[in-house]
């Protein structure tokens, strides 16, 4: 079904119905929409938002021949405890037959997700439904498929994120819509590179060594990719990237050589090619290493962030500072951020970019938002100066549409490279 999600093209639905979980639910749309049909003879939710299974969905991707993004269960999570594990290889199976899509799972059922994608029994499940209808088998996990879990605070993160690192996926991403609060995903993402390879120079004349980088080290690397080589930093930053790479300065421990089980050093990392590097001490001097591509692609990290506020008459505020804190994390870590939208309430400015802290109104939709969510009320005279509203923001509430995607004025509409969730195949615990 076509939809009007900005992060995927169609969604599906072989699960209809849930039930709440989490503050995330609380205004849940599609319990709001189902609800209104409840009793309604011969009506698709006849029977409201309560948990339906439908078979008749299974073969719904078959049909479509166009490669897309779908969302699997808008209207539902397929980890709910009422939908059977036996059922949910059945939707396994149908993406394993359609490679040709990319399928977004997300849920709010980390657990369940955990215990029955690391089983065994499970994958056999799946491989089942496949021969029986004559389908190649493919890598596992499934390249296509993308896992995700709902995270809308940091309790929520804390909870639900480390089961999803444990889970096999091609790719793991979060949603993190409706935002309630501050979220810190540090720990989750890669390491933060000094050098961000996309902003790296495109010629050595413009190139600046760090002090901490040995003269000999330099000398070493531009041997190769130096001016001579016509290579340039940036693609020698892209170059670590694809072969799997620790990122340019972060602090490693590794093998100090190339032997059998060499003692492990710490330093800055430095890659120069074919699996080689460099790991540069505090008193300057540095050690060979090597590093495995395999090993370090493996490291369970997330992938990719959605953030949104609350739309709907019960809506939520989302602080601006919030969603800004995200973009910068994903920013460092080299992670694809997407802004979904504001939802029903955004700062008055016509860009939705800083929010306009000296606004005083006596307009009831325009509200004084801390760093809690929590409204104050409409804004009044040095609101701004008073302690526990230094933090706080104007915001406003628009219809959805109004309030519009801009996040300090620009879209944010990046998503994970299709090409390198296909390159890892099975090489992903």
Aim: glycine fraction near 8%; include cysteine.
């Amino acid at each position: 079904m076509s939809t009007g999600i900005e992060w995927t093209d169609e969604t599906w639905n072989p699960v209809t119905g849930c039930t709440k979980v989490s503050p995330g639910c609380d205004n849940c749309y599609a319990l709001t929409l189902a609800e209104r049909f409840r009793g309604t003879p011969g009506h698709y939710f006849e029977n409201g938002f309560d948990v339906q299974l439908r078979p008749d969905k299974l073969i719904e991707p078959l049909k479509w021949r166009k490669p897309r993004r779908i969302f699997v269960n808008s209207m539902s999570d397929l980890f709910h405890q009422d939908v059977p594990g036996s059922y949910i290889a059945q939707v396994w199976a149908t993406m394993a037959a359609t490679p040709q899509h990319t399928y977004q799972v997300l849920t709010k059922r980390h657990g369940r997700m955990r215990s029955l994608l690391s089983n065994p029994y499970f994958r056999k499940d799946v491989m089942g439904w496949l021969r029986q209808d004559g389908h190649p088998i493919p890598a596992w996990p499934l390249p296509n498929v993308w896992l995700g879990v709902s995270v809308e605070d940091q309790k929520r993160a804390d909870r639900r994120i480390p089961a999803l690192l444990e889970t096999p996926a091609a790719v793991r991403f979060l949603s993190c819509e409706p935002l309630l609060g501050p979220v810190d995903l540090t720990k989750w993402l890669p390491p933060i590179s000094p050098m961000d390879p996309t902003t790296a120079p495109k010629s050595w004349s413009d190139w600046t060594w760090p002090d901490w980088v040995p003269q000999t080290v330099r000398d070493q690397i531009e041997s190769f990719w130096g001016p001579k080589s016509a290579r340039t930093p940036q693609q020698w930053m892209r170059d670590m990237h694809v072969q799997g790479s620790h990122p340019f300065g972060t602090t490693v421990t590794s093998g100090d050589g190339f032997g059998h089980n060499p003692p492990q050093v710490t330093g800055r990392w430095v890659h120069a090619w074919n699996n080689v590097g460099r790991l540069v001490h505090d008193d300057g001097s540095f050690s060979y290493t090597s590093f495995s591509q395999r090993a370090i692609r493996e490291q369970r990290r997330l992938n990719w962030i959605i953030c949104g506020g609350e739309s709907g008459p019960k809506s939520r505020p989302m602080h601006p500072d919030w969603a800004r804190n995200l973009r910068d994390q994903c920013l460092q870590a080299n992670v694809p951020f997407f802004f979904k939208q504001w939802g029903n309430w955004a700062p008055p400015d016509p860009e939705h970019g800083n929010s306009v802290f000296d606004y005083v109104t006596n307009d009831d939709r325009v509200q004084v938002v801390n760093d809690h969510g929590v409204r104050l009320g409409r804004p009044w005279p040095g609101w701004r100066v008073q302690d526990g509203t230094r933090d706080a923001a104007v915001m406003r509430r628009y219809a959805k549409h109004a309030a519009g995607r801009l996040l300090d004025g620009r879209t944010w509409d990046q998503y994970p490279q299709q090409h390198e969730s296909r390159e890892k195949k099975g090489n992903i615990a």
